[in-house]
């Protein structure tokens, strides 16, 4: 099921045509996409691949691969970019974007103590100079494809 005027359900119904940054790497119920608007490289997005608008609303198939998706993708985005950890984030409260969504961002070890924690969401509203432009974004998908392709049903 999606809903129209859902962000996330707009690119899951395009689903064929999606660029690398859109479609990191996707099992039977989550895709994963590099964030747009953010000065941050490998900044992902994990996103159920139905129209979900609360956690509790997952299915247990989709719960159980939660988990083992965060842990798989905080492992290959601290082989990639040496971060000291990443930080799992979900609200999904923004207009447009009800559709339960979680972030997993590479939290460097000199990350600007204003940018710790909660901070971090300014690194999204950062002017467009300083944004990971699409082809990167691209670019970082390709990599992680490449260190994800061991996951169980990853495509």
């Known amino acids: ?6 962000y996330t359900c707009s690119k899951e119904a395009d689903f064929d045509n999606l660029p690398p940054r859109e479609c990191v790497v996707h099992d039977q119920h989550w895709r994963v996409a590099h964030a747009f608007n953010t ?11 139905r129209h979900v608008a609360a ?18 993708l905080s ?13 799992v984030v979900q609200f999904a409260e923004a207009e447009g974007f009800a559709h339960v969504h979680f972030h997993i961002v590479p939290r460097m070890a000199d990350l600007q103590p204003e940018h710790r924690g909660p ?4 690194l999204l509203r950062r002017p467009a100079q300083e944004r990971v ?23």
């Open 133 to 155: 432009t699409a082809d990167q974004a691209d670019q970082m998908a390709q990599s992680l494809r490449a260190q994800l392709l061991g996951h169980p049903n990853a495509q």
């Open 119 to 122: 901070g971090i969401f300014d």
């Open 55 to 72: 956690v509790h609303d997952l299915t247990d198939a989709e719960a159980s691969a939660l988990g083992v998706w965060q842990v798989k």
């Open 1 to 6: 099921m999606t809903t129209p005027d859902c």
């Open 39 to 49: 000065a941050v490289p490998g900044w992902l997005v994990l996103l159920p691949r």
């Open 75 to 87: 492992r290959a985005l601290q082989r990639m970019t040496g971060c000291a950890k990443t930080y």
